[in-house]
């Protein structure tokens, strides 16, 4: 161990404090932060990159093979050197603990570093963007549970400036909760606009599936300076439902500092779908799940400017008269005293000559209650049981311009998915459809598995050479978890109280011809409330009202 190493196990309880304190820093947007910032889409991302070497402070190699679902949800980055792709980074961007192994635990926002088998090192690497002092913070921790020994180093433009062959728990703190031991490093780094700053973990001769290793580290300027960020925002004052917008944001830094990891977050009005993005080759721009389109810009000197670009569709179900408000917003971690104009908005109405023909829409209806019903005397006891009803009402517009209706048969196949419901049939199903018909009804009778009803499901089917039209009808009164199908309410059931915002995703085939819905916008109510049984059990009873649009 290095006498840097040795010398820190001096440190004083006070230093154990400030790295609880910057450990909480460390989740807020105001550092760069190697795990919150994580990205497996691209490397470099911004500031950060994600390589290995074949040992400490030998040449740095990005890792170009990227992963979305490693074991069952872990998102990294391989080398690609073996079959295991080891060295590599793994991060858990789920809500819960994710295993890479019988012994290994990712929790969740975790970020893990696996080394090579033949002394290849696994290695995060920050580059500055800046000149000046910062502080940086690093808790490094064991996450196999059956390791002995990790050895990890940090480095700074090749140079260790922290070196533990043992990551000994030398504090006796686990600052992260996690069941993890291990050590930390914070310390203050003079650093020049590229400079590197590289967290490393060593394979030594304990072998790569033994040294899985939770990086936590934070990166912040010591004094960021004072910036003045701006943001100019164009958009249409007219919209047309069915037809494209563009708007476009001016990001500028009127100084008189430079301004440090700026993010620029534009949210979309409801009515429209993001279709495209971009922007200055000095950014990253992704889309979130919500709709929202976030522009990184690692450092923005003072007197830039940035750009950013994105285009979106007006759906379809968009009505004359209805107001779209599109916001972006830009923030940064350097101090900014002077923020009125830091958000803009613009505002469209929409006003169609005429209302276009919706190619594709889809909308549905969710009624969804619990209720408890219990059987017996108080002689000889009661039997209880939870039974939910579900009702779902669907509507389909799907265009088939450019496909031969003619050619449907009694094979052809009408099959459609909304979040967890499901509905599939062939048009022989109908027993009066014959080929040549442009109509087909469909209808079951749904039972508890033997030879009870306890529900029924219908779907009227029409079509036209460009056009089809269906309308779907399902309800059921069951056991909780026996014929249980809705579309979404399942995922609040027994827990939601209050307003209910959401998106699923849905498909719609009948033949060949496919119409896919990536967002279903959902919104409603809910209410739950505990009911006691008379058998003596509490029963969590939901009552929940959902309604779901989508057009593209």
Same mark, same amino acid.
């Given at each position: 161990?290095?006498?840097?190493?040795?010398?820190?196990?001096?440190?004083?309880?006070?230093?154990?404090?400030?790295?609880?304190?910057?450990?909480?820093?460390?989740?807020?947007?105001?550092?760069?932060?190697?795990?919150?910032?994580?990205?497996?889409?691209?490397?470099?991302?911004?500031?950060?990159?994600?390589?290995?070497?074949?040992?400490?402070?030998?040449?740095?190699?990005?890792?170009?093979?990227?992963?979305?679902?490693?074991?069952?949800?872990?998102?990294?980055?391989?080398?690609?050197?073996?079959?295991?792709?080891?060295?590599?980074?793994?991060?858990?961007?789920?809500?819960?603990?994710?295993?890479?192994?019988?012994?290994?635990?990712?929790?969740?926002?975790?970020?893990?570093?696996?080394?090579?088998?033949?002394?290849?090192?696994?290695?995060?690497?920050?580059?500055?963007?800046?000149?000046?002092?910062?502080?940086?913070?690093?808790?490094?921790?064991?996450?196999?549970?059956?390791?002995?020994?990790?050895?990890?180093?940090?480095?700074?433009?090749?140079?260790?400036?922290?070196?533990?062959?043992?990551?000994?728990?030398?504090?006796?703190?686990?600052?992260?909760?996690?069941?993890?031991?291990?050590?930390?490093?914070?310390?203050?780094?003079?650093?020049?606009?590229?400079?590197?700053?590289?967290?490393?973990?060593?394979?030594?001769?304990?072998?790569?599936?033994?040294?899985?290793?939770?990086?936590?580290?934070?990166?912040?300027?010591?004094?960021?300076?004072?910036?003045?960020?701006?943001?100019?925002?164009?958009?249409?004052?007219?919209?047309?439902?069915?037809?494209?917008?563009?708007?476009?944001?001016?990001?500028?830094?009127?100084?008189?500092?430079?301004?440090?990891?700026?993010?620029?977050?534009?949210?979309?009005?409801?009515?429209?779908?993001?279709?495209?993005?971009?922007?200055?080759?000095?950014?990253?721009?992704?889309?979130?799940?919500?709709?929202?389109?976030?522009?990184?810009?690692?450092?923005?000197?003072?007197?830039?400017?940035?750009?950013?670009?994105?285009?979106?569709?007006?759906?379809?179900?968009?009505?004359?008269?209805?107001?779209?408000?599109?916001?972006?917003?830009?923030?940064?971690?350097?101090?900014?005293?002077?923020?009125?104009?830091?958000?803009?908005?613009?505002?469209?109405?929409?006003?169609?000559?005429?209302?276009?023909?919706?190619?594709?829409?889809?909308?549905?209806?969710?009624?969804?209650?619990?209720?408890?019903?219990?059987?017996?005397?108080?002689?000889?006891?009661?039997?209880?049981?939870?039974?939910?009803?579900?009702?779902?009402?669907?509507?389909?517009?799907?265009?088939?311009?450019?496909?031969?209706?003619?050619?449907?048969?009694?094979?052809?196949?009408?099959?459609?998915?909304?979040?967890?419901?499901?509905?599939?049939?062939?048009?022989?199903? %109908?027993?009066?459809?014959? $080929? +040549?018909?442009?109509?087909? !009804?469909? &209808?079951?009778? *749904? #039972? =508890?598995?033997?030879?009870? /009803?306890?529900?029924?499901?219908?779907?009227?089917?029409?079509?036209?050479?460009?056009?089809?039209?269906?309308?779907?009808?399902?309800?059921?009164?069951?056991?909780?978890?026996?014929? %249980?199908?809705?579309?979404? $309410? +399942?995922?609040?059931?027994? !827990?939601? &109280?209050?307003? *209910? #915002? =959401?998106?699923?995703?849905? /498909?719609?085939?009948?033949?060949?011809?496919?119409?896919?819905?990536?967002?279903?916008?959902?919104?409603?109510?809910?209410?739950?409330?505990?009911?006691?049984?008379?058998?003596?059990?509490?029963?969590?009873?939901?009552?929940?009202?959902?309604?779901? !649009?989508?057009?593209?």
């Amino acid at each position: 161990m290095s006498s840097i190493a040795r010398g820190k196990r001096l440190l004083s309880r006070c230093l154990v404090v400030l790295a609880c304190a910057i450990l909480v820093k460390s989740q807020s947007t105001l550092a760069f932060d190697a795990a919150a910032q994580f990205s497996s889409d691209h490397n470099p991302n911004g500031t950060w990159s994600y390589g290995w070497s074949y040992g400490v402070g030998t040449t740095f190699h990005l890792s170009t093979s990227n992963t979305q679902d490693y074991a069952g949800g872990l998102a990294g980055w391989m080398s690609g050197l073996d079959v295991g792709g080891y060295p590599f980074l793994l991060h858990n961007g789920t809500a819960g603990p994710l295993n890479s192994s019988s012994s290994t635990t990712f929790w969740p926002g975790e970020l893990g570093q696996q080394p090579g088998a033949s002394n290849e090192v696994s290695i995060v690497r920050w580059t500055a963007p800046f000149s000046g002092t910062c502080t940086v913070a690093v808790y490094l921790a064991r996450m196999s549970a059956d390791v002995s020994v990790v050895a990890v180093h940090i480095l700074h433009n090749g140079i260790s400036i922290f070196d533990d062959d043992s990551l000994e728990n030398v504090m006796g703190h686990n600052l992260l909760g996690r069941g993890e031991i291990g050590d930390f490093f914070t310390n203050q780094v003079a650093v020049v606009e590229g400079d590197t700053i590289d967290f490393v973990v060593d394979s030594e001769e304990y072998g790569p599936n033994e040294n899985t290793t939770g990086l936590t580290a934070t990166i912040f300027p010591v004094d960021a300076g004072d910036a003045d960020l701006g943001i100019n925002l164009t958009g249409p004052r007219v919209t047309f439902a069915n037809s494209n917008v563009v708007y476009s944001i001016l990001v500028t830094n009127a100084g008189p500092d430079m301004a440090i990891d700026v993010t620029v977050t534009n949210t979309l009005p409801p009515q429209v779908i993001n279709v495209s993005y971009g922007g200055g080759s000095n950014g990253l721009y992704k889309a979130d799940a919500n709709g929202n389109v976030i522009g990184s810009f690692p450092v923005l000197g003072a007197g830039q400017t940035s750009t950013m670009t994105i285009t979106g569709t007006v759906l379809c179900t968009t009505t004359n008269g209805d107001v779209l408000t599109d916001t972006a917003t830009v923030g940064s971690l350097s101090p900014d005293s002077l923020t009125f104009n830091n958000q803009a908005s613009t505002v469209a109405t929409n006003n169609a000559p005429r209302k276009p023909p919706c190619g594709n829409t889809l909308e549905y209806k969710e009624l969804y209650g619990d209720r408890v019903t219990c059987h017996g005397s108080k002689s000889k006891g009661y039997s209880c049981q939870e039974l939910n009803a579900d009702r779902i009402n669907l509507t389909i517009t799907m265009s088939l311009a450019g496909s031969d209706t003619t050619q449907f048969n009694t094979n052809t196949s009408f099959d459609v998915r909304v979040g967890g419901f499901s509905f599939r049939h062939a048009l022989l199903d %109908d027993p009066h459809y014959k $080929a +040549g018909k442009t109509q087909a !009804t469909f &209808h079951d009778q *749904i #039972t =508890d598995g033997g030879s009870v /009803s306890v529900g029924s499901m219908t779907a009227q089917l029409k079509w036209t050479q460009t056009e089809l039209t269906a309308k779907i009808m399902f309800k059921d009164s069951d056991m909780v978890g026996s014929e %249980d199908t809705p579309v979404l $309410a +399942g995922s609040y059931d027994g !827990t939601i &109280h209050g307003v *209910i #915002t =959401d998106q699923v995703a849905a /498909s719609v085939d009948l033949g060949s011809v496919t119409s896919l819905f990536s967002r279903v916008s959902s919104s409603g109510t809910g209410v739950t409330a505990s009911l006691a049984g008379k058998n003596g059990t509490t029963y969590a009873i939901s009552t929940i009202t959902l309604a779901g !649009t989508a057009a593209h």
